[in-house]
């Protein structure tokens, strides 16, 4: 009798304990998606929540521009959440060199994620996976339905028809042509130069070129995309050169441009704020019938703190990241970000097929700047925001730019000296 | 007499030391010290994840690699610039304001001594956020309220263009403090007595005259003070233009002060990681240029300024 009841005390406590142990997990999420902190707080956390109760999770976002610098400065100072998400390439690899990141490579569920999904989140030698992929985004114009109908016109294919297009929006008045001010400047060279430019340097090819160091920021393909960049600039609004990202944002949603150089980001905000309806184009190609590339970056990624107090609970969450369950929420929750898992997801959002619909009749790549290239002082990304908004507003020529992003590279990057 | 002398020597004050701890030890930890590691930390750099001595090679990256001096330069004359307009306009304009208020006629003295005065208290980030509304081409009053007087045509972009965004952003801190220098002015202005007003009413000097003769003379240890609180003040700026420009101090560098310089280097700014090492470095050179403004102002012109007793 005795007995029984020791035992029965002990499994209570031991029950208890357990409970409370498992109550106690709290993870932070540190993450640069300000704009995403409802989906997640009502859509993928209570998900989340409700098949692990006594893991709490509270997402945790700053501000996109001051992302890296507070989440360094927190990391160092031993004051960041649990699980950090993670900018592509160099800037998590540097984070998990210093050891802020714990290697995810031995997680059963990366198996869910194709290499060149995990590449963004890999050493070079690829020997440690330190973050679980999430989404990519692709590049492309968003266009006002309405606008275009009104004004009679088709859906521009080559670049000849993109202009002219732009020509006849500008002739009537009444739409901005297009909605991008220079003010922020990493518009002008996310959305302008990465997005336009694939179709230029033909994708991989020559991204990884460039890489290789076989061709030249001064080469024709790399500074001919700041020439077409040039001509935008009398199709951008009045006192573009002041406007900032969300004043070209509210400036499309608020019907006033017709077209919005956009990542697929944009797709959820633009859903909800623009009560026209909304297509989507990709880059035009030069000539009709030639191959079409699309940026389709790998964009976000989420890992570990090595210094978590919670890593049991934190590698439960990634693992849940990783599943086809989170996949299919985050995809529908957050159109545009698309998943990178193998298995594909159904979307539900017309705008967001639109897009993904591009990865069938295009090439994809990613952002040119973003592998290895932006490792130095200076940094090519960084350059590149300047240099675009240059050829926007006319103060330098191509060449001039090709050959001053070509110094400054070839001032620490090995295979250009 | 001997005996006294031995008396009083061995009296330690113990309230002295007493009193004086507390205020040195947290100024020692949160002021002397830091200064000192920043100076020490700017010695160093980093290979493979170890701190690695390197004596001044910093500064001669600083100075001597086109690519970071091309940078530091156009940061420290961008901040001539923007002292240079403080000094031009802030400065003038308050002690003019000053004047104005301690004229003993005027009504409404405290109401204008307040409003002039609140913006001083107002946060940077609201103040560069407002005025960027202001003067937004899309959303702002500016190139309205200019329309309807028939001037649009001096209306342009003047924070997105590079030959104007600097100029616009020293005018808005200039709106932002000229309460400073018009309130010290003022209360030196208030101190200098009647009775030498009076005086020299009575040998007929009146109105102007009696503000460049008598006051102007009694205000110029004020003026000095201002100017360096000016000199430090703008050589420190980096929140205004953070606020309205960003870390990159758009457009094309060209509204980068030594502050923002600074920020960037050290922390890192989107792809472009950070660097405490360098970022030490340009804080070590920021220091000094701050010192010798002080010193060339404390040995070069204050010994040299006549004070009157009053």
């Known amino acids: 009798m005795i007995r029984k009841t020791l035992a029965l005390a002990l499994a209570g406590t031991a029950l208890t304990s357990t409970v409370a142990l498992a109550q106690d997990a709290e993870l932070t999420i540190e993450s640069w998606r300000n704009d995403d902190l409802t989906l997640w707080q009502e859509k993928i956390i209570p998900a989340f929540e409700a098949k692990h109760p006594g893991i709490k999770v509270t997402f945790a976002p700053t501000a996109p521009a001051e992302y890296n610098a507070v989440l360094n400065s927190k990391l160092d100072a031993g004051s960041a959440g649990d699980l950090i998400t993670c900018r592509p390439f160099d800037a998590s690899l540097a984070l998990y060199d210093a050891g802020h990141l714990s290697n995810l490579g031995d997680m059963d569920a990366m198996s869910n994620f194709s290499d060149v999904a995990k590449s963004a989140w890999q050493t070079d030698d690829a020997s440690a996976t330190f973050c679980v992929p999430m989404a990519s985004v692709i590049h492309g114009f968003i266009y006002n339905k309405d606008a275009f109908a009104e004004l009679g016109l088709e859906v521009p294919k080559t670049e000849a028809e993109f202009f002219a297009a732009l020509d006849k929006i500008k002739e009537d008045g009444s739409y901005i042509p297009m909605a991008m001010g220079t003010n922020d400047q990493w518009e002008a060279a996310t959305m302008g130069y990465n997005n336009i430019g694939p179709n230029y340097w033909k994708g991989e090819e020559g991204r990884l070129a460039l890489i290789k160091g076989e061709q030249k920021l001064t080469d024709p393909q790399w500074t001919a995309p700041y020439a077409t960049l040039a001509k935008w600039g009398s199709y951008l609004g009045d006192g573009y050169e002041a406007q900032t990202y969300p004043d070209s944002q509210n400036i499309f949603t ?53 210094k978590s107090d919670n890593p049991e609970a934190a590698r439960t969450f990634l693992t849940w990241v990783a599943s086809p369950e989170f996949a299919a929420i985050m995809g529908n929750a957050l159109p545009g970000f698309f998943p990178l898992s193998k298995e ?73 000296q | ?119 001083t208290i107002l946060s940077f980030v609201i103040v560069g956020f407002a005025w960027k509304l202001i003067l937004s081409p899309i959303w702002g009053i500016a190139p309205s309220m200019l329309d309807a007087i028939g001037l649009k045509f001096l209306y342009a972009p003047w924070l997105g263009k590079e030959e104007y965004a600097l100029t616009t952003l020293s005018l808005i801190s200039v709106w932002q403090f000229v309460g400073i220098p018009m309130m010290l002015i003022y209360a030196s202005l208030l101190a200098i007595p009647d009775e030498i007003l009076e005086a020299a009413e009575i040998d007929g000097i009146t109105g102007m005259s009696a503000f460049w003769k008598i006051k102007l003379p009694l205000i110029l240890p004020s003026i000095g003070i201002i100017s360096i609180l000016t000199f430090v003040g703008n050589f420190n700026a980096f929140d205004l233009i953070y606020t309205a420009q960003g870390a990159l101090a758009g457009p094309d560098f060209s509204t980068d002060i030594l502050g923002t310089f600074l920020y960037r280097t050290f922390f890192g700014f989107q792809l472009q990681l950070g660097d405490p090492y360098m970022g030490s470095a340009i804080a070590s050179a920021m220091f000094a240029i701050i010192l010798i403004g002080v010193c060339i102002y404390l040995f070069g012109i204050q010994t040299r300024m006549r004070r009157y007793q009053l």
């Open chain 2, 1 to 119: 007499m001997r005996l006294t002398v031995t008396h009083h020597k061995p009296k330690i004050r113990w309230h002295i030391i007493v009193f004086l701890t507390p205020a040195v030890l947290v100024y020692t930890s949160v002021m002397i010290f830091p200064l000192f590691n920043t100076l020490r930390l700017a010695l160093y750099s980093q290979f493979e994840q170890q701190r690695v001595f390197v004596g001044l090679q910093n500064f001669q990256t600083l100075f001597g690699d086109p690519i970071w001096s091309e940078q530091f330069w156009n940061a420290l004359g961008n901040n001539f610039w923007f002292f240079f307009i403080h000094m031009l306009v802030q400065n003038p304009i308050g002690i003019i304001l000053a004047a104005i208020l301690s004229h003993p006629r005027l009504r409404f003295a405290a109401l204008y001594r307040s409003a002039i005065f609140i913006p």
């Open chain 1, 344 to 416: 594909p997801v159904n979307l539900e959002d017309p705008l967001a097929k639109e897009f993904v619909s591009w990865r069938d009749k295009c090439e994809s790549t990613i952002r040119s700047t973003y592998h290895i290239l932006s490792r130095g002082t200076p940094n090519l990304e960084n350059e590149t925001w300047g240099a675009s908004v240059a050829a926007i507003k006319g103060t330098s020529s191509p060449d001039e730019l090709g050959a001053e992003l070509q110094k400054g590279l070839a001032s620490w990057y090995a295979p250009h």
């Open chain 1, 254 to 306: 608020l019907g006033r441009a017709a077209i919005y150089p956009a990542g697929s980001w944009e797709i959820a905000g633009f859903n909800t704020q623009a009560d026209f309806e909304l297509g989507a184009f990709p880059p035009p190609v030069q000539n009709d019938g030639d191959t079409c590339y699309i940026s389709d970056h790998t964009d976000i990624g989420i890992g570990m703190n090595a």
